[in-house]
């Protein structure tokens, strides 16, 4: 597993649990590589305590070697592929007054592949949102809709970087739409809904942990390339809630050795039942972030960004995120965008 992999996995679990702690009982859908290329560039700009806890929150390892480890997987996602569509595009949006260090802008281009593009957020900040906005609804084939709100950005912004990613892949062994019924879904303890089911019975790559009474699944797509991995812990019977206590236990470590392929099954049936679903999230991920340790960048007169202007007086106002995913008979259709927006601290005499 490569650096940048490995340091994603991390922080989509530390992610995770902190989003899980706040809504325990709701669904959590997010795309980390999406979060952590946006905030990748920001980091670029980052300097002293401000990097220092940038780096931790998001697993980075320290250095330039980060940047160079996404400047592979941007080149890896987008290359070409017949079995499935992977892309992933980062652009920056800054104000045509502000100065931006020549250096800065060459690396965000360098390794993030993003251009910048000047636009007025001193005059018409709601313009310039209402362009990031349709940019992002391109590059997620018109998913993702309004990622910033009204008032994200306004005369005080200096910079957006935002990043959209968008897969589409069909299953390797797809349903059958005739098998596909209406089912209960279990959504808590005691209290189910009715779903659209999906059904079938195949020798699919399985794994069960036996002492954290855990099955494990993989759902490859055509290709074999990407799989999505199904983790189904064993209802209890006490009440308490399986789900919560594996989000407890689930680690990078863990996570590796449980979907390795080489500790996985092929040799018996499994009977698959899996609900389609259409599930679009929204987070602004300001407090998520800073409860990681990423405090400083958020406050004005803590955050040190001189990376991006060489002056400072610089700091992040938003971490705005969005995704969306469908899953049905023929495969999974999923897409994310980040934007993260930087302002000029005011200064009032």
């Not at 994603?8 to 859908?29: C, D, K, V, W």
């Not at 008032?151 to 970087?161: E, F, H, I, P, S």
Request: glycine share 6%.
């Amino acid at each position: 597993m490569s650096a940048v992999s490995s340091s994603n996995t991390a922080f989509a679990l530390e992610l995770f649990r902190t989003l899980s702690q706040t809504n325990p009982a709701g669904n959590i859908f997010v795309s980390p590589l999406s979060i952590s290329s946006a905030l990748a560039m920001v980091y670029l700009g980052a300097k002293g305590d401000t990097a220092a806890q940038m780096a931790q929150a998001l697993s980075f390892s320290s250095g330039e070697g980060v940047h160079a480890d996404f400047q592979k997987l941007n080149a890896d996602i987008n290359s070409p592929s017949a079995s499935y569509i992977l892309k992933l595009a980062n652009r920056l949006y800054g104000e045509n007054t502000a100065h931006f260090l020549p250096d800065f802008l060459d690396a965000t281009q360098k390794y993030y592949q993003a251009d910048l593009k000047t636009v007025d957020f001193i005059g018409a900040p709601e313009a310039c949102r209402a362009e990031i906005n349709s940019w992002v609804e391109q590059q997620t084939e018109n998913k993702i809709k309004d990622l910033l709100k009204p008032g994200t950005v306004d005369a005080d912004t200096r910079l957006a970087l935002v990043n959209a990613v968008y897969f589409k892949g069909n299953w390797k062994n797809p349903f059958k739409e005739a098998n596909t019924k209406e089912m209960p879904f279990k959504i808590k303890q005691n209290e189910t809904v009715p779903v659209q089911m999906m059904h079938q019975r195949k020798k699919l790559p399985y794994n069960y942990i036996a002492d954290h009474d855990l099955q494990i699944l993989e759902l490859p797509y055509v290709g074999e390339e990407l799989s999505m991995f199904i983790l189904l812990p064993k209802e209890s019977s006490d009440g308490s809630g399986p789900l919560l206590k594996l989000e407890k236990e689930l680690t990078q470590e863990r996570l590796n050795e449980w979907t390795d392929r080489k500790n996985m099954s092929t040799r018996s049936e499994v009977v698959l039942h899996l609900p389609k679903f259409k599930l679009e999230e929204d987070y602004e991920l300001n407090e998520p972030l800073a409860k990681l340790g990423m405090k400083n960048v958020f406050c004005a007169g803590s955050a040190d960004l001189s990376g991006m202007n060489g002056e400072g007086a610089l700091f992040l106002s938003t971490v705005a995120h969005k995704a969306f995913v469908e899953v049905n008979e023929e495969g999974t259709e999923a897409t994310a965008a980040t934007g993260a927006v930087i302002k000029l601290e005011s200064f009032i005499p």
